[in-house]
């Protein structure tokens, strides 16, 4: 299956299709009009209202793709906080964010930060350390004289240095709004919009496996939670993985979510051989869930999506055949099929539009 016409870098492509399933989602988020809980992304938008203003904050990683090999390899990701009315798209201004950052259940971050601007940017500056108490260093901008809140300054950006990021899975951010329109008049408590959200840092495993005597490098990231028991099954060329998950419906339900597992694997050979591949979640055919990006000659790229309608589809069948106590979604991987999930070989033209649109 040709994806694109163009020739584009597999993060822009990454980038993309997370653009698609997030786009449908903020769309489900607005006509539904809750302030929602989410994980399994690396932006998001959430609802609350302001007086009767209309009060949303977009949370969102920048680059989109932001894994434990990226961040090793050096890159500093910024975290964007943007308050803003959603009627007119016009920022909030002299916006206080009180953010907490907690990560399986683990406080890593709790601070005031304001923007005069609304529009709020946190460098991430992940530091491994081996100490159990190590907290988070706030550096740069510049400390309000009156309250001694973090104040962003444009050319000296707020920099949290800790251990954050410093491992994949879901990054749970708690954003409290303390001040809008004015520095120093506080809202009153029982207007405070609260939002929860949360945010997922790619955790990227490689692997060896074994083909007709040959080691070849597989490379898998997942973007919702740590993978284990990695296998390779030669006499079924299938690749198996499994993901802790919680398959409570009504969990699922009332959270906007989406699974995304992306295993690479180099050219050629007799697993990448058909070009598509049959997925399975818990022994349940999800093939349509699976998207081959085959635009570079050297390997394949296999993503796995699943979205929320999906998964509750799953979740399901899962509770029904009595699997859902073992707290897994297990995976294989297997050439066959007829491969690519429907609509996703839209041109990258109409991408951009629905990028655009947000
Ligand atoms: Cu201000």
């Known amino acids: 299956m040709v994806l694109f016409a163009t020739t584009t870098t597999i993060t822009v492509i990454v980038a993309a299709i997370f653009i698609i399933f997030t786009s449908a989602i903020f769309a489900s988020i607005a006509i539904i009009k809750q302030s929602a809980f989410a994980d399994g992304l690396t932006q998001e938008q959430l609802s609350a209202s302001l007086g009767n203003r209309k009060a949303d904050l977009l949370i969102k990683m920048n680059p989109a793709v932001v894994t434990t090999e990226t961040l090793e390899q050096g890159q500093k990701p910024t975290i964007e906080f943007r308050l803003f009315d959603s009627n007119t798209n016009q920022s909030f201004s ?60 444009q050319a000296d950006p707020i920099i949290a240095s800790g251990p954050i990021f410093l491992r994949g899975g879901l990054y749970h951010f708690i954003v409290r709004i303390e001040t809008v329109d004015s520095d120093y008049t506080l809202l009153p408590d029982n207007q405070e919009p609260i939002y929860d959200s949360w945010l997922s840092i790619g955790n990227t495993e490689n692997m060896q496996i074994s083909i007709d005597g040959k080691q070849i490098p597989i490379k898998i990231i997942s973007y919702y939670d740590k993978l ?16 802790p998950f919680n398959w409570n419906v009504s969990r699922i339900n009332n959270t906007s979510i989406f699974v995304h597992e992306e295993v690479t694997v ?45 998964l509750i589809q799953l979740a399901d069948q899962v509770n029904k055949n009595g699997q859902a106590s073992t707290g897994l979604m297990k995976f294989t991987l297997q050439p066959g099929g007829t491969g690519g999930a429907a609509g996703m070989s839209m041109p990258m033209s109409s991408m951009g539009s629905m990028a655009s649109g947000m």
């Open 266 to 310: 180099p050219k050629a050979n007799a697993f990448t051989a058909k070009g598509s591949f049959i997925g399975k979640v818990n022994g349940i055919d999800i093939s349509k869930n699976v998207m081959v990006d085959n635009t570079n000659p050297e390997k394949d790229v296999i993503h796995v999506m699943i979205p929320k309608n999906n």
């Open 228 to 243: 284990s028991d990695f296998g390779f099954d030669n006499k079924n060329m299938q690749i198996l993985f499994d993901m």
């Open 94 to 153: 002299h916006v206080t964010y009180y953010i907490i950052l907690e990560k399986d259940g683990k406080r890593l971050l709790s601070n005031m930060f304001h923007d005069h601007n609304g529009d709020l940017k946190i460098q991430v500056n992940p530091i491994n350390t081996t100490s159990k108490a190590a907290t988070t260093s706030l550096s740069g901008g510049e400390q309000d004289p009156l309250l001694g809140i973090l104040t962003a300054a």
